[in-house]
């Protein structure tokens, strides 16, 4: 008979209270709360809304837990993975508003200059000017990182369909 090997207690909890839209993370060796996530589907019922708020221990991958989290939950609401967020600069840390980290999970906006200016960022390693970055509206849907076709493939796709 094999013995049953224990569980591995995960070191931190992603919490829901009383079924409200309202996710805490929560480090389990020490009770505290490392951060919090609005999280709930749009009124119109077409992509999940998300807002997230890293307190401590940041740059630890726990946004990218939660945004992760976010997206299994779009997928059980029936939308497919797409989600919304408001990256804005008035976050907790205004000196480092969080465009970058948004789009480096994957997101976009409809703001092209915006973008560029974000894609330009992150190519050459800097951090965006928090005085002159608006706030933005960003959206995540999972098959927009879907690969750039050649125009021959793109006539052929056309021409054999």
């Known amino acids: 008979m094999t013995p049953i090997k224990p569980r591995k207690i995960p070191q931190n909890l992603i919490y829901n209270p009383k079924g409200t839209d309202l996710y805490k993370l929560i480090n389990l060796k020490n009770g505290s709360v490392i951060g919090q996530m609005v999280a709930y589907p749009s009124i119109n019922k077409d992509v999940y809304i998300a807002s997230l708020a890293i307190y401590r221990e940041r740059r630890q991958g726990f946004g990218k837990m939660f945004l992760d989290f976010a997206k299994n939950m779009s997928k059980k609401c029936g939308f497919e993975g797409r989600m919304s967020v408001?990256?804005?600069?008035?976050?907790?840390?205004?000196?480092?508003p969080p465009h970058i980290f948004y789009r480096k999970y994957g997101f976009v906006s409809e703001d092209k200059e915006m973008l560029n200016k974000i894609d330009k960022c992150i190519k050459n390693r800097k951090q965006l000017?928090?005085?002159?970055?608006p706030s933005t509206l960003m959206y995540y849907e999972e098959d927009f990182r879907v690969k750039k076709?050649?125009?021959l493939?793109?006539?052929?796709?056309y021409f054999i369909k």
């Open 153 to 157: 493939e793109r006539l052929k796709n």
């Open 129 to 133: 000017d928090y005085r002159a970055t």
């Open 86 to 96: 408001y990256a804005s600069t008035l976050a907790l840390d205004p000196h480092n």
């Open 149 to 151: 076709y050649s125009l």
